[in-house]
């Protein structure tokens, strides 16, 4: 018999089951279209070799304590020597993913004067951060540059005399859009604030060499970038960009740097090869390209779908229970495709989250967005 204690939790999983919103683990199976294994690095045999010659040469596989304590191990430390240099930034913080470095950097480094505009649509490890800062806060509609230059002006008329801190993705999750990151780099500028860009998804994948959308402004001292190492990096962790007195600052204040164990030096060892990798194969990219095209001639064809331009690509549903069903049925025919619900996406926006990696090929997308068109017409709302 369940405790009386736990009945306040039974109702309110009872009440997401009813709106179709109740979340299972579900294991992989299938055709991979929901991963974000861009690159196809997370099985890559370099990654493999490297991860055993750091074996060979007595790399462990965990840190035995916090950075500043017995944790920082040479491999954290060159792993980041060499991120600084890839990404043409002056330091570099090696994270445990990039879950931990966004609540890192956004309840630490913006103060108590200054003010976080952020994007409605921005990840939800930012909206942690952000809701532990003691900075004010504002979120402004997605992708709205003049929405951002209202709010910090309105902001600054009301007598706001700190930092302004523009936060976004530069290539969103959910969506696949793109973040306008260079005009919002001058609005930082004009108002001699700060911009964060997150670059989960773009890192490996878009800019030059790879190096995202944010690549070319991470060089100057008010923007900060986060590269996660757990998608095109095939890896896991995060690598948070920024000017040398800001990493000096989270060092000595960011609570989850300071009392988190360090992440596995081992891990860390296979970072650094998949940054070698992502340097030295640009074909992955090429490839890569040329299956988002593909993929975004089938959906538009097939479905009437406007692609993303992105390896990401959301397909609508709307319908919360309309979404699983269809997922499910892509799944029994042999597909991994997932369907996205609220609060994870805006209410009424539920959505299957089309995902294309190295790990498929055009007749595999074909075949996919077939039995896609087939599951639309056949599960009814």
Same mark, same amino acid.
């Given at each position: 018999m369940n405790s009386p204690a736990l009945a306040r939790y039974e109702a309110k999983l009872a009440g997401l089951t009813r709106r179709s919103r109740f979340r299972t683990l579900a294991s992989q199976q299938g055709v991979d279209f929901t991963s974000n294994d861009y690159l196809g690095?997370?099985?890559?045999?370099?990654?493999?070799?490297?991860?055993?010659?750091?074996?060979?040469?007595?790399?462990?596989?965990?840190?035995?304590?916090? !950075?500043?304590?017995?944790?920082?191990?040479?491999?954290?430390?060159?792993?980041?020597?060499?991120?600084?240099?890839?990404?043409?930034?002056?330091? /570099?913080?090696?994270?445990?993913?990039?879950?931990?470095?966004?609540?890192?950097?956004?309840?630490?480094?913006?103060?108590?004067?200054?003010?976080?505009?952020?994007?409605?649509?921005?990840?939800?490890?930012?909206?942690?951060?952000?809701?532990?800062?003691?900075?004010?806060?504002?979120?402004?509609?997605?992708?709205?540059?003049?929405?951002?230059?209202? /709010?910090?002006?309105?902001?600054?008329?009301?007598?706001? !005399?700190?930092?302004?801190?523009?936060?976004?993705?530069?290539?969103?999750?959910?969506?696949?859009?793109?973040a306008k990151v260079s005009e919002l780099a001058e609005l930082a500028d004009r108002y001699e604030g700060f911009l964060v860009v997150d670059e989960a998804h773009a890192t490996g994948v878009f800019g030059p060499g790879g190096r995202g959308l944010a690549s070319g402004l991470e060089s100057r001292g008010n923007v900060l970038v986060l590269h996660t190492c757990g998608k095109a990096m095939g890896m896991s962790g995060a690598l948070l960009e920024l000017p040398?007195?800001?990493?000096?600052?989270?060092?000595?204040r960011a609570r989850n740097f300071i009392y988190s164990t360090a992440p596995s030096p081992l891990i860390a060892a296979g970072v650094r090869e998949a940054l070698r990798i992502i340097d030295t194969e640009p074909e992955r990219r090429l490839r890569l390209k040329n299956l988002i095209d593909f993929a975004g001639e089938q959906l538009k064809s097939k479905l009437g779908i406007d692609p993303s331009g992105s390896q990401i690509m959301p397909v609508i549903v709307n319908d919360n229970d309309r979404a699983l069903r269809i997922a499910e !049925?892509?799944?029994?025919?042999?597909?991994?495709?997932?369907?996205?619900?609220?609060?994870?996406?805006?209410?009424?926006?539920?959505?299957?989250?089309?995902?294309?990696?190295?790990?498929?090929?055009?007749d595999q997308i074909a075949s996919m967005v077939e039995r896609l068109a087939d599951a639309f017409e056949g599960v009814k709302s």
């Open positions: 690095l997370a099985n890559a045999p370099r990654l493999k070799a490297a991860t055993a010659a750091a074996i060979d040469r007595g790399v462990p596989m965990g840190a035995g304590g916090s !950075r500043l304590l017995r944790g920082n191990h040479p491999e954290h430390e060159e792993l980041e020597a060499e991120a600084a240099a890839f990404f043409g930034v002056e330091k /570099a913080l090696y994270f445990s993913n990039g879950f931990a470095a966004n609540v890192s950097l956004f309840s630490t480094l913006p103060q108590r004067d200054d003010l976080i505009v952020y994007d409605t649509l921005i990840h939800a490890s930012a909206r942690d951060g952000i809701s532990a800062s003691k900075a004010e806060a504002l979120a402004v509609p997605h992708n709205d540059v003049g929405a951002f230059d209202v /709010a910090i002006r309105n902001w600054r008329a009301r007598g706001g !005399r700190g930092s302004p801190w523009i936060a976004v993705e530069s290539l969103y999750s959910m969506d696949g859009d793109r040398a007195v800001l990493a000096d600052y989270m060092i000595n !049925r892509m799944r029994a025919d042999g597909f991994d495709v997932r369907a996205i619900r609220p609060p994870t996406v805006p209410d009424g926006t539920a959505r299957l989250r089309i995902s294309i990696t190295l790990n498929v090929d055009e």
